[in-house]
C-alpha cells in the first residue's frame, strides 16, 4: 500500500547504507535525489566503518547540493574496507552543514517516532543497525516501513538458476532475520531482478557526458572504486557495475517494472532466504516485467 505523503505530497524516507564498499549504493543516493517525489530526511551508514561511510555520504550530499540532510553515523561492525575513502581524503565530517549524528540508531529511531507520516526506511546494506533500533524501540515497526535490497530467492548472482547466500544477508543473517519477522511492512529486490541490471552503450554514455554535480562526484568515485575492488572487474569508461541497490530504491514508486509477489522466507544462518510457508512474509520483486524500461527510467532520471 502507498505511504501516507507528506504537507507536500513527498515521501518522507530515511536511508540506510554501507556506502563506500560496492559502488551501487552511490548510484541509489543519487537516484534518490534526483526523485522529488521521495523526501530524504536522514541517511545513516551501517556496517563496518561507518564514520568512514558517513564521510562518503556526507561529501556526497554536500557535492549534490543537498547538505540539508543529517547524516547519522551507524553502529560499527567488524572492519571491511571502504574503496571510496580516497574520494573524501582531506573532508572535515564534523564541519558537514547537514550535522552528523554520532548515534546514527537513536537519529534513525527519533526520526521514526516524531514523524506524523509513515517513514519509508530504504535497507541498501547489511542491517545491523536496523536490528538495533527494533532491540532498543520495537515500536518503530508501527511507523514505518522497509524497502531493502537483500536475498536471492530463486535467481543467484548473474542470473544464475540456483539461488545464492546473498552479500546483505551473508553479512549479518540475524539482522536480516529481525528486519523481517519485525511485524512491519517488507519489500525487498533481491537478486532475482536487482542483480541484472547494468547501464551500457548509449544509456551510459548519457551518464559519462552528464554535468550534473551528483551524477559527476558518482562518476569520480566509480572511477575510484572501479581501481580498488578485486571482486569484479569493471571499466568505468564504457559500462557501470551491476546496480543492485538502485531497485530497492525504485521499488518505492514504481514497482511497476517488476512482478511482484508475497512470499514466505526463511533466513538462514549461513545467508540464504529460502521460500517457507511459515516464514516471514515479505513482498518480492521476483521477476521483470521490463528490465529495459526500468534502465531507461533509470537513465532519464539519474540526468534530468
Not at 562518503?56 to 561492525?77: E, H, N, Y
Request: charged residues 25%; proline residues 5%.
Amino acid at each position: 500500500r502507498p505511504a501516507r505523503a507528506g504537507s507536500a505530497g513527498r515521501i518522507p524516507v530515511v536511508l540506510d547504507t554501507d556506502i563506500g564498499t560496492d559502488i551501487d549504493d552511490t548510484w541509489a543516493l543519487a537516484l534518490l535525489l534526483a526523485l522529488p517525489e521521495l523526501d530524504l530526511k536522514l541517511v545513516v551508514t551501517d556496517h563496518g566503518n561507518t564514520e568512514a561511510r558517513a564521510r562518503v555520504a556526507a561529501k556526497f550530499l554536500q557535492v549534490s547540493g543537498r547538505a540539508d540532510v543529517p547524516v547519522g553515523i551507524g553502529k560499527r561492525t567488524k572492519a571491511s574496507p571502504v574503496p571510496q575513502s580516497e574520494w573524501t581524503q582531506g573532508y572535515d565530517l564534523r564541519s558537514y552543514p547537514g550535522g552528523v549524528h554520532e548515534d546514527g540508531v537513536g537519529a534513525l529511531i527519533d526520526m521514526i517516532m516524531k514523524s506524523r507520516e509513515t517513514i519509508t526506511l530504504i535497507v541498501l546494506g547489511p542491517a545491523p543497525n536496523i536490528r538495533e533500533a527494533l532491540a532498543r524501540e520495537p515500536r518503530i515497526v508501527k511507523k514505518a516501513r522497509v524497502f531493502a535490497m537483500s536475498g536471492s530467492v530463486d535467481v543467484g548472482y548473474d542470473g544464475s538458476a540456483k539461488p545464492a547466500a546473498e552479500y546483505n544477508v551473508k553479512e549479518d543473517p540475524a539482522a536480516t532475520r529481525a528486519m523481517y519477522g519485525a511485524g512491519w511492512e517488507v519489500t525487498i529486490a533481491p537478486l532475482d531482478t536487482a542483480g541484472t541490471i547494468r547501464l551500457v552503450d548509449e544509456r551510459y554514455k548519457r551518464i559519462l557526458a552528464c554535468r550534473k554535480p551528483s551524477v559527476r562526484a558518482l562518476i569520480e568515485n566509480y572511477r575510484i572504486w572501479a581501481g580498488r575492488v578485486n571482486w569484479t572487474k569493471v571499466n568505468p569508461e564504457e559500462m557501470s557495475s551491476v546496480l543492485f541497490d538502485t531497485l530497492a530504491v525504485a521499488l518505492v514508486q514504481r514497482p511497476s517494472y517488476c512482478a511482484m509477489e508475497t512470499v514466505g522466507l526463511e533466513v538462514t544462518d549461513d545467508g540464504f532466504t529460502r521460500r517457507k510457508d511459515g516464514g516471514s512474509r515479505v513482498r518480492a520483486a521476483l521477476r521483470w516485467k521490463d528490465l529495459d524500461g526500468y534502465e531507461e527510467w533509470l537513465t532519464a532520471r539519474l540526468t534530468q
